[in-house]
């Protein structure tokens, strides 16, 4: 499972932290997530599905979910943007796919640090998420989670200018939707109006994506 190098740097990596807080002071349960960490940094099991990694583990997937959230809790927290664009990245390689035409996207979510991520920046956009027949089946409007990136951009107005300038064209229409009067929702609701197309709707994606970085 583990290179002779890797081995090498997980077994000091261990005995470190094993020692940082005095021999015997961890919990099983604390230990179990910090050998779960430290696969995970060896890349082993780090891009792998639930499925994979449970099987690989011999434990069940939904240990597996919870290792991965508290290892991340625990020894690193997630980069809240990245996570937020590589969802945005795979909302727009699945509206690329010739069977897309409109409405909502669906993909698979299953990894429980990215949940945790997105359902916060769903919180913060004030909306709600419509999960599949279970919470690794994630399904979304490409406008909605469009206002979900702007929410939780530091610079949302700025952003949001920049962006109307950008896919909109008619200046009349680009003054309504900018108008100080409206709401960020009311903006993103009026950009909406205006972008309906596939197309458009993943060049919108592609730049809140870009926002992010």
């Known amino acids: 499972?583990?290179?002779?190098?890797?081995?090498?740097?997980f077994g000091n990596d261990f005995v470190e932290r094993y020692l940082s807080h005095g021999f015997g002071s961890m919990t099983k349960s604390e230990?179990?997530?910090?050998?779960?960490?430290?696969?995970?940094?060896?890349?082993v099991i780090k891009d792998e599905s639930n499925y994979r990694v449970a099987n690989k583990l011999q434990?069940?997937?939904s240990k597996v979910k919870s290792l991965r959230l508290n290892s991340s809790?625990?020894?690193k927290p997630a980069n809240h943007r990245a996570v937020l664009g590589n969802i945005v990245t795979r909302i727009i390689e699945e509206m690329q796919k010739p069977e897309f035409e409109s409405g909502q996207v669906t993909i698979t979510l299953e990894n429980s640090v990215d949940q945790r991520e997105f359902e916060h920046a769903v919180k913060l956009a004030h909306r709600n998420i419509e999960y599949g027949m279970n919470r690794?089946?994630?399904?979304?409007?490409?406008?909605?989670?469009?206002?979900?990136?702007?929410?939780?951009?530091?610079n949302a107005e700025q952003e949001i200018t920049s962006i109307v300038q950008a896919h909109i064209t008619d200046n009349e229409k680009q003054a309504e939707i900018l108008?100080?009067?409206l709401t960020l929702r009311q903006k993103i609701n009026k950009i909406g109006e205006e972008v309906s197309a596939k197309s458009g709707l993943i060049a919108l994606l592609a730049s809140a994506g870009t926002a992010l970085v």
């Open 73 to 75: 809790l625990k020894y």
């Open 136 to 154: 690794e089946l994630l399904k979304v409007k490409p406008i909605a989670l469009f206002e979900i990136v702007m929410a939780n951009l530091e």
């Open 59 to 61: 434990i069940t997937e």
């Open 179 to 181: 108008s100080s009067a």
């Open 1 to 9: 499972m583990l290179t002779d190098a890797q081995k090498l740097k």
């Open 31 to 43: 230990i179990d997530i910090l050998v779960f960490h430290l696969i995970s940094e060896a890349e």
